[in-house]
Structures are given as structure tokens and as C-alpha cells.
């Protein structure tokens, strides 16, 4: 297909690969004890893989809640904790991010012990970042919330007409989210974030601006507004029509965002990332934020310089694996420069600024002379501007270089995610 052809031809523009391949090679303990030898620092993400329904539209690695199952779970990462620390000693964690799946499933069934044993067991210097659900939020659960450590706390709120929230079936109301959010924002946390999804199917711009509006009245520290994305392998794909072609699908998401960017700067807010808006002077919430990191648990992600690996996605072999002190790692690529460049830059575009001085400290290169040539296009198309150092994009630009950014990541997501959820240990995955 042409939009195979045209993807394999950037990619290897910007990877110099012909493939981008993951293989089932696993690194050995020597082989990741030696990557960490000369780093100063790190993030930890940690992966809770259990929800209590299963959202129609949601690519994640989850599964139904089990109670038997969690308790195993709690072992195995604790195991997993453990190899680790051996390996870390005393390097400074400077990030740490629990995502899922539904990390509040777990509150009161073990994910305390995990966050004990890991301020036990790693150097941590910081505070939590932990996705929940609105359901969740109960008064008591809030306070179990803040006695881990939660300090950034994110809710998937997802839309805020109970139509949308039909046919996402998510089970509460408009009026029962708001009630949660209210009880969130009104504790102690440094940044209290709310995910809401637009371009739902028949969403009107009146609709989008509706939304927008009760955003910013619930007090709420920060914003992530996500178009519907669709991912081949979800129920909602094959269950729900598309809203029109690739180009008409990019240009509604462009004007239904900018109802939404015009309404969060209105009331103070800034842009924190491409899908992200952040109150003026509230530290951010964010998934992992320093360059290389850790993932435990199923499905958990590792990038160390030259090096990404990830956990198998299967709950059960991993809990399996780690139980056979076997290494629960299914699959990995060796990142050659150019790829980790690649990589480097595509993160930095979806923060929407970038310093270049950060390029030459990690590559020891300019960054003019690697991507100079495109940065000027970029600006004369009016989508960065490039002054003192620093890269930043302007609103256009995040919208026009992100989507074409998603050509890629949906692709990627789709392809490594899909095999991974249908096999535990592929031998490899071409992206
Ligand atoms: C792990 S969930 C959040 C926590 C919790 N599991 C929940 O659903 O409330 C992460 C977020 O990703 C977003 N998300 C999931 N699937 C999506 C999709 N297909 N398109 C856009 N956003 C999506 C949703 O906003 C969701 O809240
Ligand atoms: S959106 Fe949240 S609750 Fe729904 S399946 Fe995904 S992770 Fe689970």
C-alpha cells in the first residue's frame, strides 16, 4: 500500500534502518548491569494490567480483575524489584509513573507493598505520578491515594456528555464524574489531571466546546485532550464506523483542538505537550520524564541508551516467568545512533520544545548539522520557531508535525502491541 511504502521510505530517511525489527533476544543481567554502569539517573514505570471492565476503544495491556491473579502479581514484581535493586545500587530514581491498565484495582490489594519495597529497595527522589479511575475515587480511597505517596494523580474522565460516555461505555454519568473530580481537587495533590477523548463519532464542534468549557470549570490542574484514536485490534474498531477519510479525520481533529487550545489559554492554562494543557505555574503531570527508565510488571518498557526491551505482555507468564526466575523479557532491539536520535527527536516534539544544547550533551554532535536542514523547512512553514538554542513549536506545528508523527506511532503501536497481546514470546515483530 502507498502509505506502507511512504512510511518505510521516512523511517529509513530518519533511522538510516531498512526495518525497524524486535527480536526475542534477551538481554543477559551482565548485558543490562553494564548499561547502567555510567548513568547518573533514572525513571521507573510500573505496569498495573488489571481493570475492572474492559473499554471497548482502549489499546492498553489489561485484563479483567482477579484477585488470586493480583496477589501473584505482587509477588512477581516484588521479585522483579528485587533484581533490579541488585543491579541499580544506589542510583538515583528521579521519575516514577504507575500506569495501566487501572492502577486504583489495586488499592488496598498489594500495590502498597509494591510502592513500599520500591522506596525500600531503589534511591527514590520523587514523588508519584498514578493514573486512576473515577470510579475509584471514593473519600476513603483518596486517602489511601495520598498516604502512598500520589502526588500527581490522573483520571480518565473521557467525555462529559452522557452520550459520548455511552458509547465509550464507560459506567458512570456526567454528573457522577464531575462529583469525582471535585473530590480529587480538592485534596492536596500537587497536579490533578483529567483525560478526556474528543472526535467521538457524531461529536458536533458545539459538542467539543461544550466539553471544553466544563474542563476548565472543574478546577482541574491540567488537561489531556486525545482524539479517539483507533487501533485495528480493539472491539471499537471493527464496531464503529470511521468519521470520514485520513484527511477530512486530520483536518475536524485540527479544528475541534483549537476550540479546545482557544478555551484552556483563556483560562490560564499553557501547553504542556502535544495533547496536554497545564495551569500556569503547577508542575506538570507525565509519564516517565527523564530520558532512560525502567519498566516492571507485564508489559513494562525499558529504555536504556542503546537498548529498549519489554516485559512479556501475558499476566500469567510473567508472573510464570519470574516464579521459574526466568527473565520475564520478550522481546528487544539494539538502538543504533541514528535510531536513538531518531527517537530522541520524536520526544522532544511531542513536549512540543526542545534545547539543543540537551542533542549535543547526550550525542556529542550539533544539532543543526543533523537536522538543520529540516528545521528550516519547519520554520518557514511557520510551524517552529528557532531562537537562542531553542526549538519550540507553535500550535500549528504541533498539530501538523504530531499527526504526521502519528503515521508512524499508531502503526508501531498497533503492530508491536497486537503481536504481543496475541503471543506471549513472539520470536520477532517487524514495525
Ligand atoms: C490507562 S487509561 C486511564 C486510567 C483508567 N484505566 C481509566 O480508564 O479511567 C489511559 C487513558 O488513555 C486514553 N485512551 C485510551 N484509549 C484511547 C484511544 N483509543 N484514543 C484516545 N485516548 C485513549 C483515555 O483517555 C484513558 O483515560
Ligand atoms: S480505558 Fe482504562 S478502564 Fe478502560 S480498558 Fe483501558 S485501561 Fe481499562
Redesign the pocket.
Known sequence: MASNYLRKKISRHFTRQDEIVFHNHIPSYETIAEKFRDIDELGIYLHIPF?NQI?P????NKEIYNEETCRKYVHAVIKEIDTYAAILVNKPVTSFYI????PTTMLGKGIEEIINHLYKRFNMKCHVHM????NHLTYENLNAIEAMGVKYLS??V?ALHDRHLKILERPYTVREVKKSVERAVNRNFTCVNI?C?FDLPGQTASEVEQAGRDMVKMKIHQVAA?P??R?PYTRFDREHQKNGNALATMLRRRKFLKILEDIFYDYGFERSSVWAFTKKGIDKYCSVTVPLYVGLGASGGSYLKDIFYVNTFSVSEYIKAIKEARSPIALSIDLSEEMQMAGWLYWRIYETKLDKGDFRNRFNTSFDRKYGMQMNLLRLMGFLTNNNGQIILSDKGTYWIHAFEDFFSIDYISKLWGTSKVNPWPERVVL
Not at 476503544?57 to 492498553?60: A, F, I, S
Open positions: 481493570c473499554c476503544y482502549c489499546p492498553y500506569g495501566g491498565g487501572t493514573e486512576s479511575h473515577p483520571m480518565g473521557e483525560d477523548i486525545y479517539l484514536f487501533f
